[in-house]
């Protein structure tokens, strides 16, 4: 048998960072936002929406 490859982890860390502080932990990149859960709980309020209800 063929070894495989590993599979890319969508939120692993060092995958994407967030944008506004950098960090790697936690970051969501749903809805494109490409941020982690502290910033996107300090901006979704000004966008408008929950995302952790
Ligand atoms: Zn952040």
Same mark, same amino acid.
């Given at each position: 048998?063929k070894?495989k ?7 692993g860390?060092?995958v994407?960072? @967030?944008r /506004?502080?950098g960090?790697?932990?936690g970051v969501?990149?749903k809805? !494109?936002? *490409?941020l @982690?859960? /502290?910033c ?6 000004e966008?408008?929406? !929950?995302? *952790?209800?």
């Open positions: 048998m070894h490859p590993p599979k890319e982890r969508k939120f860390k060092g994407v960072k @967030c /506004r502080c960090t790697t932990d969501i990149r809805y !494109k936002l *490409y @982690c859960r /502290r996107i709980n300090e901006v979704a309020p966008m408008g929406f !929950k995302v *952790y209800e």
